[in-house]
């Protein structure tokens, strides 16, 4: 197997430890708050900030693993493990987002008066503390789907919060006391929305599936284009992790060569692959009038 030499953006835990501690801070002070402020939405927003520790601390976890070196047991190492984590986070996203619904569907008709000054403080630390996290992780969301799931954990509490606030303004100024339950469903329905997104990507990663963005005939036409190939075949293209995307394949050569000429022409398709489709793990069995199928895709 072949592996093109590429720059990686390197994702450090060091900010994930750092939201860990100021979302267990706020998850803390919004449950006491909750309690003795009456506030169903403030009680939400702590336990959605409390599965984010929980998804953080997962996270950073998987982040530790993924780092580790691969080894006769484990030859690709733990490169998946935070694969696993994004689909684990998003899963919890949406197992709150539904308890939250429960809760404010049975309190919606029958609201309750609830401290509004309290809910507002603690709604304004919440936006402070979740925008500070945000702003920490989100560079690397855009490089790592595992941070990238801690990142939507952090940005949904924060436009909880917000959505706390404008329910806690409500409350005080107009006696809304039925906003709260509304709050929480529009925060609900708004984490089931993000989650969505990122189990799908996370599932597609961790079946193997094809990415989106490639186009296999595509690939193959390209491949075609290089003077000594006959037929690429038996192909199979998928993410091992965010970083690096494998391609392996049959290729039926034009003619019958050396395994030097052959190194050469592997040489050729690899800087196509990656130029051009930046896949950058490439393993080719390279054949010669081999009598099996010649299809593009083939059920191994």
């Keep these: ?66 780092r580790r070196k691969a080894s006769l047991n484990n030859t690709f190492g733990y490169k998946r493990a935070e694969l696993i984590a994004a689909f684990i986070n998003a899963i919890t996203l949406i197992i709150v987002a539904f308890f939250l619904i429960y809760e404010a569907s049975s309190r919606l008709f029958h609201p309750e008066p609830i401290k509004s000054g309290l809910v507002i403080w603690l709604a304004l630390l919440g936006i402070v503390v979740n925008g500070g996290s945000v702003l920490l992780l989100k560079k690397d969301s855009a490089h790592n789907l595992n941070m990238k799931s801690a990142y939507l954990h952090l940005l949904t509490d924060m436009m909880a919060s917000v959505a706390v606030l404008v329910g806690g303004l409500l409350m005080k100024f107009y006696g809304w006391f039925w906003v709260d339950s509304v709050m929480t469903l529009l925060i609900a329905s708004y984490l089931i929305y993000v989650s969505y997104d990122l189990i799908k990507s996370a599932t597609k990663m961790l079946m193997l599936f094809t990415p989106d963005y490639i186009n296999i005939k595509e690939i193959v036409r390209e491949v075609h284009k290089i003077k000594g190939v006959n037929k690429l075949h038996h192909i199979h293209i998928w993410h091992l992790n965010d970083e690096e995307l494998h391609l392996e394949a049959h290729l039926d050569c034009s003619e019958d060569i050396k395994m030097s000429e052959f190194n050469i022409l592997l040489e050729k398709i690899e800087t196509v692959l990656y130029n051009e489709f930046k896949i950058n793990h490439i393993n080719i069995q390279p054949e010669f009038k081999k009598e099996d199928p010649k299809d593009f895709i083939v059920q191994d």
Excluded: P, R, W, Y
Excluded at 17 to 27: A, D, E, K, Q, V
């Design 1 to 66: 197997m072949s592996k093109i030499a590429i720059h990686k953006h390197e994702v450090k835990g060091n900010n994930l430890i750092l939201s860990i501690l100021l979302n267990l801070l706020i998850t803390i002070a919004q449950v006491i708050g909750g309690i003795i402020s009456g506030s169903l939405a403030l009680i939400s927003d702590a336990l959605h900030n409390f599965s984010d520790v929980l998804s953080l601390v997962f996270s950073l976890v998987a982040h530790k693993l993924s």
